[in-house]
């Protein structure tokens, strides 16, 4: 582990420090049911210099950053920003663990920065293509039938004329990433 990803955990690790494991993060998170670890296990492994652990976990993955664990932890800890964290530092540590979400999630962004709105029909077209896995495709075929059948996306995507405005907000998101 390089020694900024240490500095990162060590940091972490001070911003959790004062949790006393109530569970409350977790019984608030709307994703806890589907991730490998709960917020509270997490933290714990976090506490508990689980390094390896925590890094190649799911829960990144899930995390819809919907603050609820952060608004209502009786101690008053960060816990999206930790999370936010641990997924900064997972991508850096684990990268090939994370490829498939994090290409997902560039293309997902690259879509709204074209259209304005997410082009589905684009998105898995190009986020398969980046995969370079002929089969994959294959698994989503019948979801994107699904998909088809109740209009919820439509063959060809028709784009509405103008600029959409969002170029500010990316090159902001951008420089402050550079900062972090």
Same mark, same amino acid.
């Given at each position: 582990?390089?020694?900024?990803?240490?500095?990162?955990?060590?940091?972490?690790?001070?911003?959790?420090?004062?949790?006393?494991?109530?569970?409350?993060?977790?019984?608030?998170?709307?994703?806890?049911?589907?991730?490998?670890?709960?917020?509270?296990?997490?933290?714990?492994?976090?506490?508990?210099?689980?390094?390896?652990?925590?890094?190649?976990?799911?829960?990144?993955?899930?995390?819809?950053?919907?603050?609820?664990?952060?608004?209502?932890?009786?101690?008053? @800890? $960060? !816990?999206?920003?930790?999370?936010?964290? %641990?997924?900064? #530092?997972?991508?850096?540590?684990?990268?090939?663990? =994370?490829?498939?979400?994090?290409?997902?999630?560039?293309?997902?962004?690259?879509?709204?920065?074209?259209?304005?709105?997410?082009?589905?029909?684009?998105?898995?077209?190009?986020?398969?293509?980046?995969?370079?896995?002929?089969? @994959? $495709? !294959?698994?989503?075929?019948?979801?994107? %039938?699904?998909? #088809?059948?109740?209009?919820?996306?439509?063959?060809? =995507?028709?784009?509405?004329?103008?600029?959409?405005?969002?170029?500010?907000?990316?090159?902001?998101?951008?420089?402050?990433?550079?900062?972090?």
């Amino acid at each position: 582990m390089r020694s900024t990803s240490r500095h990162i955990l060590g940091s972490v690790k001070e911003m959790i420090q004062a949790c006393i494991q109530c569970g409350t993060c977790t019984g608030s998170c709307p994703n806890a049911f589907a991730m490998d670890h709960t917020p509270r296990h997490l933290w714990q492994m976090v506490l508990n210099d689980r390094t390896r652990d925590v890094l190649t976990s799911k829960t990144f993955i899930l995390c819809s950053s919907c603050y609820y664990c952060t608004l209502r932890c009786p101690r008053g @800890l $960060p !816990l999206t920003d930790v999370m936010g964290s %641990l997924t900064r #530092l997972a991508r850096t540590e684990n990268p090939t663990g =994370f490829k498939k979400s994090h290409l997902f999630y560039g293309q997902f962004l690259q879509s709204i920065r074209r259209h304005g709105r997410v082009n589905e029909s684009e998105l898995m077209t190009l986020f398969f293509l980046e995969m370079k896995n002929p089969l @994959l $495709p !294959l698994q989503y075929a019948g979801l994107g %039938l699904k998909f #088809l059948q109740k209009n919820k996306i439509s063959l060809p =995507f028709v784009e509405k004329e103008g600029s959409h405005g969002l170029e500010k907000i990316f090159e902001k998101v951008r420089e402050m990433e550079n900062q972090a």
